[in-house]
């Protein structure tokens, strides 16, 4: 590669945010404790490298209550998990500890406070997410509300609703920001009565990442986000450099970069998802560097200050 890139930025904010630390935290305190095997219903966070560690700890991850065995320790992922989920947990018997986003259970809780009061709700997110069909699973009174999910400004303008007068918005944490406001739009528009959260449900953590790359992409002409493939805030900062006409790639590590794509490339910048452990970011950043020869340097600030407290029982 032709030597124009003077240098590679690193994204501040980026990487691991407080819900996920407190998610790998729970399950290797878990396995510090009680010992092998400790069983988790789902990937705890969504992060390739980060689950075949606590795997080689003795992590077992599994889709279905129903594979854990008898007697056993059970952690529910960051990504939280339905009350069926959790009935079904207690009914076995199962001792269990909860490593759910304190940001997506906020979630759960709007949901059923609006169950309560009657109102039909609408959810934005992904199909088939985990946090999705969580947050979906925490609906109750469902003889007296409905849940109904909209994933896209399209599905907003034509999404028919029992209750349009009696109606409240609650969107999944990992969103794109700008894409979820434009569907709130479309939502007020068709429901000037409808009940938006004062505090958005959007995480912290997802818009401040947003924000930086945001920034990158007026300086950058290559952005590289480090997270897996399953990750949505992943997919949404590389979906967001792209739309901010920027090239950019969703890697887990340095050899999945399709070199040839730098050439030409004077000025790179790296960012991380919120659940890329920065072991990951530092490979790629190390790696680039040799591969280029240029500078790494910080870009932005990186200071979150916030910290999810783990179960008493594993403090």
Do not use: W
């Amino acid at each position: 590669m032709p030597n124009k890139t003077k240098e590679i930025k690193l994204a501040n904010p980026r990487g691991f945010c407080a819900g996920v630390d407190r998610a790998i935290d729970i399950v290797n305190r878990a396995l510090e404790i009680y010992g092998r095997p400790v069983y988790v219903k789902h990937e705890v966070v969504h992060n390739k490298f980060v689950v075949e560690d606590l795997k080689s700890r003795g992590a077992i991850f599994v889709e279905d209550i129903d594979e854990i065995p008898e007697e056993s320790l059970v952690i529910f992922s960051a990504h939280g998990v339905s009350d069926e989920v959790e009935k079904k947990t207690n009914s076995r018997n199962l001792q269990y500890f909860d490593a759910t986003c304190p940001l997506v259970t906020k979630v759960h809780m709007e949901v059923m406070r609006h169950a309560r009061a009657e109102k039909d709700i609408i959810l934005i997110g992904h199909e088939g997410h985990p946090e999705v069909e969580g947050t979906m699973g925490r609906h109750i009174n469902k003889e007296l509300s409905n849940i109904y999910l909209v994933q896209d400004e399209e599905e907003a303008k034509v999404i028919k609703v029992q209750k349009p007068n009696d109606l409240a918005i609650v969107t999944q944490t990992t969103l794109s920001v700008d894409d979820t406001k434009t569907i709130i739009e479309t939502l007020k528009n068709r429901f000037p009565n409808i009940n938006i959260p004062k505090k958005d449900d959007i995480c912290y953590a997802t818009q401040n990442r947003q924000d930086a790359v945001k920034q990158l992409a007026l300086e950058s002409d290559y952005i590289i986000v480090v997270g897996s493939a399953n990750s949505s805030n992943s997919n949404r900062l590389k979906e967001l450099g792209e739309k901010c006409g920027c090239k950019s790639v969703l890697i887990d590590s340095f050899d999945d970069l399709n070199l040839s794509e730098l050439d030409g490339k004077s000025r790179i910048s790296i960012t991380a998802g919120a659940s890329a452990p920065e072991e990951r970011v530092q490979e790629v950043a190390i790696a680039l560097k040799e591969y280029t020869g240029a500078s790494v340097i910080e870009h932005g600030v990186g200071e979150e200050n916030i910290y999810f407290k783990l179960p008493p029982k594993l403090r």
